[in-house]
């Protein structure tokens, strides 16, 4: 079946810019989780979902990122006024349990 | 705050030797997942250990849990090149049940030569 997807799978940004990048979850999938890897680290928590309900937000680095998933489904991740350092892959997860996260594809993201 | 140190972060070793990566964490949790990746890839799922004792063996790969001593472990068997990735640990943010965020550790990068 189908896994977890994202879009874009890559992106640039020019530094200042606002970007959206998406997850499509495996259908059916309560749970979806967001991660920022940078180069050679482990991923890094940033935001919770269960089902339409943001249960946990403190991994969130500023308040320029912003994550929603108001049907339950699709969520996005929203990084304004990007920076450098927001320079990473962004890693969406869907679980249909509290046991085991499926990962997608991620999104590449380059601030200049 | 939860910590996961994994070790070594680097590991080169030749086809058909044995080796153990070590993954240790800071506070109680009851659930410890190991994941690889291969480069420009994204997460596989290897191991999902959720009780102390717990042993998972898949091919040449088996996963043990500890948490009496927050300790798991990835044992490899007569490697094969195939196995080269980056493994990640990886512990549940909060014990108890529930769905939640994972702390992974930074990973081992793996290379298996001929």
């Known amino acids: 079946g189908a896994g977890v997807s994202q879009s874009p799978r890559y992106k640039v940004a020019k530094r200042g810019q606002d970007v959206a990048l998406r997850c499509d979850p495996i259908?059916?999938?309560?749970?979806l989780f967001w991660y920022q890897q940078a180069l050679g680290q482990g991923p890094e928590f940033l935001t919770y979902?269960?089902?339409?309900?943001?249960?946990?937000k403190s991994g969130l680095p500023s308040d320029r990122f912003f994550a929603e998933r108001p049907e339950g489904s699709v969520s996005t991740l929203k990084i304004q006024r990007t920076q450098q350092e927001d320079s990473a892959v962004y890693l969406c997860a869907s679980s249909p349990t509290y046991n085991e996260q499926f990962f997608g594809p991620g999104t590449r993201l380059t601030v200049l | 705050e939860l910590k996961v140190e994994q070790n070594p972060l680097f590991l080169s070793m030749q086809e058909g030797k044995n080796y153990t990566i070590y993954c240790n964490y800071s506070?109680?949790?009851?659930?410890l997942y190991w994941y690889r990746q291969d480069p420009g890839k994204s997460l596989e799922s290897l191991f999902v250990?959720?009780?102390?004792?717990a042993v998972k063996q898949e091919g040449r790969l088996m996963a043990s849990l500890d948490t009496k001593a927050r300790l798991s472990t990835l044992h490899i068997t007569a490697a094969v090149h195939d196995l080269s990735a980056t493994y990640f640990c990886?512990?549940?943010?909060?014990?108890?049940?529930?769905?939640?965020?994972?702390?992974f550790g930074k990973g081992t990068h793996l290379i298996i030569q001929p």
């Open positions: 979902f269960q089902n339409e309900a943001q249960l946990d």
């Open positions: 250990l959720l009780s102390n004792g």
């Open positions: 990886a512990v549940g943010r909060r014990s108890g049940g529930g769905a939640d965020g994972l702390t």
């Open positions: 259908s059916g999938h309560v749970s």
């Open positions: 506070t109680t949790s009851d659930r």
